[in-house]
């Protein structure tokens, strides 16, 4: 079974830095295209940061020059570097990735979540 999961969440003061991993597990051969999304309370759901399979990215404009995302394919895993957190950064953080899997199907999956929370 393919899953996508989150770690490195918590609790951090305005200023401060958190790193974000989200490791594929499973007989899976590669990961395509991912994702960083958020959710903060009372508000939808938005793309915070993407990769491509050739490392190209992409970032929200509320976290360019704070936020920077990237993968270590040799280990599956995709990352969102934080800096600057600000208490709007609050929100539960989803992975979502492409994953090619053993037999080259091709499937997307989301991460559980991990709660970021920023303090003033």
């Not at 951090?12 to 490791?23: E, P």
């Not at 007989?27 to 958020?38: S, T």
């Not at 570097?81 to 899997?101: F, G, H, W």
């Amino acid at each position: 079974q393919v899953q996508l999961v989150e770690s490195g969440g918590g609790l951090v003061q305005a200023g401060g830095s958190l790193r974000l991993s989200c490791a594929a597990s499973g007989r899976i051969f590669r990961i395509n295209d991912a994702a960083w999304y958020r959710r903060a309370p009372g508000k939808e759901r938005e793309l915070v940061a993407s990769i491509t399979s050739g490392a190209n990215t992409n970032y929200a404009d509320s976290v360019k020059g704070r936020f920077s995302i990237s993968r270590d394919n040799a280990k599956n895993t995709v990352y969102l570097q934080m800096n600057s957190l600000k208490p709007e950064d609050t929100a539960v953080y989803y992975c979502n990735a492409e994953i090619v899997r053993i037999n080259m199907v091709i499937t997307t999956h989301w991460g559980q979540g991990t709660q970021v929370t920023v303090s003033s």
